[in-house]
């Protein structure tokens, strides 16, 4: 569908700009640490430790099922060392719910430094707690810290990329899907259906897409459908016994990493369903202007049908401003669904998005939980952007800031 | 004549796009499964409860009549009660402090926008592939992809949090309120509280506007450069400063100006962010916490006050458009 010329320039254009090449990096780097998520990360992204004994060592900490994620078995569920013996047994048979254990010292810190709670047992049988500081080699274990619930953020980064890019190029696919052949139908035929069908999309486009957006979670979110659970094909090999573990490096750490992902089904539909109309507007303005070309009459007259031609010819011919539009999407659309993550409207909380908001009540003293997902959200979007700009001036369909927006 | 027949075109066109926004938004509530009374009763509260509710919401009529219902009292600017506790009609809680703060906020944001992006635009075209024409054009990159309301967070944790003095949770005073004070009484302390209330929230909602402009600028400028009358300027005598800033930019501003009313809605759904991070008591907050205590009217009432807001707008810049340059009637 992409002529040899096309080709040619996107070559040029990529060898001669450091910013597309830039921009490629950026993005095979998001692509590929969200795709192998589970070999990247280095703890589950959402173990909790609450008042752990050392904060580095998984098996003294307190682990509690993030929402969203199946729940282990209650074997690994410590509720906590403070707990005396007869109280841990009590609120592993009544209190077993999402809230972790009340712990005097939130599990966040940064790399480096810790603070930790110890018991000292005495020998009349009383104890003290006592908080120690201590130096721990952090710096491997949490390289970006962890966040008020002790989870590590780093590995949360990893994973949230997977949102990110799925709900990004799902979505920008989904909307393409809607507007491309809406936008070319009203173009070709045009008159009273052009005028039909722009009328609606004009009535899209009186929303801002944020708003609408928020308004359609609002609606949705009550039904089942709100998210789904996606298997990790590396985990569950890892688990299981039909593929050699040799074939998987650290087959164990990946065994150990979440069974699946909470994918928000509502969150894509919707940012799909508020920006399909800016691909209606440019597949129009191209199929107006292709409508009236030779090749198209002539197809017309050996007797082609409408659907044929839209397809054979139209399409082809108008590909290259809608291919620019979906790479600006997919940023836009990161950025969407961050805004809707961050506002609590996504259903999972394993997203850069609602990782921003969980630093929020903490930016005064912990200021590493909001900035390190804000700035994967950054780079993942320069990185789309890039690759628009590169796009964009080889192929140069100038349609810069008609192209969506929040 | 040829102004007049597009004027009343493209009115017809906004009221039919009007009635579009506030059919879909009265249809998007009937989208909503279950009984939308669920969430205003208390769990235990009895059949009879419900259904008086019901009839007050006048839920038990056909789908037809309620849309007609709402379309006639919409006509005489009744959006209904607000569904919650507070069981005040839905205008006075938008057309009060609420909007006002909105308002103000997208305004001061877009003063920030334009008063930043465009020398830095005539800069950057200028210069090109100089020092000056990089740092633009990556500073308006980031602009773009950032996230604002991560922007809003990074503003508050580097700059409100050591300086101390700007605040960053709760709205300053209405800025007529404290233009009145400083007026009236010669009291300039409102005026520095709205001031150091608004000017994070500003700077956070009116970066990507920067960005977005400063790009916008760059391009079209460098397109215009090209063309004749430039040269035409210059073998005049023209000063650069001159040719660039009275001739050039205005002929590149004006298609600016249309894809910034396309870009308005970016304005409003960034300002719902902005204004949750820095609880800025908006509409768009009012909004946000509406959708979570299933407040349809309201939800309702808000969404439509924001899409006719912004159809008006884009008409009148249309309108303005076609007045200031005729040829775009043609096209």
Request: proline residues 5%; charged residues 20%; glycine residues 10%.
């Amino acid at each position: 569908m992409i002529s040899d010329r096309v080709k040619a320039s996107l070559k040029r254009e990529f060898k001669t700009s450091r910013m597309a090449q830039l921009g490629l990096i950026l993005v095979l780097l998001v692509i590929i640490v969200a795709t192998f998520a589970p070999f990247f990360a280095l703890h589950d992204p959402t173990e909790q430790r609450i008042g752990t004994g050392d904060g580095v060592d998984d098996d003294d900490a307190g682990v509690i099922g993030d929402n969203g994620v199946e729940e282990d078995d209650d074997d690994d569920i410590d509720p906590g060392d403070i707990d005396d013996a007869d109280e841990a047994d009590e609120a592993e048979s009544t209190d077993r719910t999402d809230v972790p254990p009340l712990s005097p010292i939130p599990g966040h810190q940064f790399v480096g430094e810790t603070e930790e709670i110890q018991r000292v047992d005495h020998e009349d049988g009383t104890f003290d707690i006592e908080i120690v500081e201590t130096e721990v080699n952090a710096d491997r274990a949490f390289p970006l810290g962890t966040n008020t619930v002790g989870q590590d953020i780093y590995s949360r980064i990893v994973y949230g990329a997977r949102i990110s890019m799925l709900v990004g190029i799902l979505g920008a696919g989904l909307a393409a899907l809607v507007g491309v052949p809406y936008g070319l139908a009203a173009g070709y035929f045009g008159g009273r259906l052009d005028d039909g069908l722009m009328r609606g999309a004009d009535v899209m486009l009186a929303f801002p897409s944020l708003v609408l957006a928020i308004a359609l979670v609002g609606v949705f979110r009550d039904s089942g459908f709100h998210t789904t659970q996606l298997p990790d094909p590396f985990v569950l090999a890892a688990q299981s016994d039909t593929v050699p573990n040799v074939l998987i490096p650290r087959a164990d750490h990946v065994a150990a990493m979440p069974e699946s992902i909470t994918f928000p089904v509502t969150v894509t539909l919707v940012v799909a369903l508020v920006n399909w109309v800016w691909f209606a507007r440019i597949a129009r303005g191209e199929a107006i202007s292709i409508r009236t070309e030779e090749y198209v009459k002539a197809a017309r007259s050996l007797g082609a049908s409408h659907t044929r031609i839209l397809r054979q010819h139209v399409l082809p011919n108008a590909i290259t401003p809608i291919i620019v539009l979906a790479t600006i999407q997919v940023a836009f659309i990161i950025l969407l669904e961050a805004a809707l993550s961050f506002l609590g409207f996504s259903g999972t909380n394993l997203t850069w998005g609602a990782d921003v908001e969980s630093g929020r009540g903490d930016l005064a003293t912990s200021w590493w939980i909001s900035t390190m997902p804000g700035i994967a959200i950054v780079i993942a979007v320069i990185g789309v952007n890039l690759i628009g700009d590169w796009l964009r001036d080889a192929l140069d369909p100038g349609i810069e800031g008609e192209s969506g927006g929040m | 004549m040829r102004f007049i027949r597009f004027f009343l075109k493209r009115l017809v066109h906004s009221l039919f796009v009007i009635w579009g926004v506030v059919t879909v938004v009265f249809f998007l509530r009937f989208l909503t499964p279950g009984d939308p009374t669920t969430a205003l009763v208390s769990p235990d509260a009895g059949q009879d409860v419900r259904d008086a509710l019901r009839e007050e919401l006048r839920l038990d009529e056909p789908i037809y009549i309620q849309y007609f219902e709402y379309l006639t009292d919409l006509m005489v600017g009744d959006f209904g009660n607000s569904m919650d506790v507070l069981d005040r009609p839905v205008t006075e809680w938008i057309f009060s402090a609420y909007l006002i703060r909105s308002v103000e906020l997208a305004l001061a944001a877009t003063f920030v926008a334009v008063v930043i992006a465009i020398p830095l635009g005539v800069i950057s075209a200028r210069r090109r592939h100089q020092p000056a024409d990089y740092s633009a054009t990556l500073f308006s990159l980031f602009g773009i992809s950032t996230p604002n309301f991560w922007l809003g967070i990074m503003l508050i944790i580097i700059v409100a949090v050591p300086v101390g003095f700007i605040p960053t949770g709760n709205p300053g005073p209405l800025f007529y309120q404290a233009l009145g004070d400083a007026v009236t009484q010669g009291n300039f302390g409102g005026l520095w509280d709205w001031l150091r209330h608004i000017f994070l929230p500003a700077i956070t909602l009116g970066t990507y506007f920067t960005a977005l402009i400063t790009r916008l600028t760059r391009s079209g400028m460098l397109e215009e450069i090209g063309k004749p009358y430039v040269k035409a300027c210059h073998a005049k005598g023209l000063p650069e400063t001159l040719t660039l800033y009275k001739h050039v930019l205005r002929n590149t501003l004006i298609p600016i100006i249309t894809i910034l009313g396309l870009q308005l809605g970016t304005l409003i759904g960034g300002a719902i962010v902005t204004e949750v991070v820095f609880e800025w008591n908006g509409l768009g907050q009012l909004l946000i916490d509406r959708i979570s205590s299933r407040d349809w009217t309201m939800i309702q009432g808000i969404i439509i006050v924001i899409g006719v807001s912004f159809v008006v707008i884009n008409t009148i810049v249309d309108i303005l458009y076609a007045y200031l340059d005729p040829q775009v009637i043609d096209q």
